[in-house]
């Protein structure tokens, strides 16, 4: 592709040049001797006349009446010598503007094809695993989880948490279905303690408070799974319930 633009290159300009030659040295004759000189010519090179000096039409003689006439000059070249400078000059515009529109769409044309060459041409590496990584995992051991801890509802129980926004400490013993054992406020400490005494059905517990001078103030009710103990604390004298949370320590 790119030899045949040369060629066709060269051709045009060769047309182009000889075209403005001949448009450059357009002549006419000598009207003395007939000579081909050039138009810019002011001596005719073979007789010596000299070309702006000269009458526009040669004298001459009729051989029957002897008068005196003037032919019509004879010049050749003068206007198809601009004709071919011009039409040589439009069929070498022509000719260059189809060559710069070819040549133009063949690297329009070749620019994604040598992307896509080139995206082809990538290799692809995929990542591979080593002897050495593979006996590295296999000599490692296993991770074994630790034995979950299971925690017995019967027995004594020491857990802390809050009722509401009040931390307290609280110390059961649950024996059976039945379930006795302290609670204090950490604000008041733990000499101030308050009796628990209830029952428990399943997971669900309900404890009894009762204050130092044997009055029922309250009740605990909710989820003990001997690890946890959650749910509703109702204050009798205050007829409120309020959200109690407490965790074995």
């Known amino acids: 592709m790119k030899t045949t633009n040369y060629i066709f290159s060269l051709l045009a300009f060769r047309f182009f040049y000889v075209n403005l030659q001949r448009f450059n040295n357009m002549t006419m004759k000598c009207p003395i001797c007939n000579f081909e000189v050039s138009e810019e010519a002011t001596f005719c090179s073979r007789c010596g006349t000299k070309i702006d000096k000269i009458p526009q039409q040669p004298m001459g003689y009729d051989d029957n009446t002897r008068v005196v006439y003037n032919p019509e000059p004879q ?54 695993t080593t002897d050495t990584q593979q006996s ?26 809050s009722i509401s926004k009040y931390p307290i400490t609280m110390e059961i013993y649950v024996s059976g279905t039945q379930v006795s054992g302290t609670y204090y406020y950490h604000s008041q400490g733990s000499s101030n303690r308050m009796t628990v005494d209830g029952y428990i059905n399943g997971s669900y517990m309900v404890l009894e408070e009762y204050a130092p001078s044997g009055l029922n103030t309250g009740y605990f009710h909710g989820d003990f799974n001997g690890y946890s103990y959650s749910g509703q604390f109702t204050n009798y004298s205050k007829q409120s319930n309020l959200s109690f949370s407490l965790t074995e320590i």
């Open 75 to 128: 010049t050749r070249g003068s206007n198809n010598g601009v004709l071919y400078g011009i039409v040589g000059f439009l069929v070498a515009a022509v000719i260059g503007l189809g060559i710069w529109l070819l040549v133009r769409g063949t690297s329009d044309t070749e620019q994604p094809q040598t992307a896509q060459v080139a995206q082809t041409a990538a290799p692809q590496t995929t990542p591979q």
């Open 136 to 161: 590295a995992a296999q000599t490692q051991p296993a991770v074994t989880p630790a034995p979950r801890r299971t925690y017995s509802i019967q027995g004594q129980h020491r857990m802390r948490g």
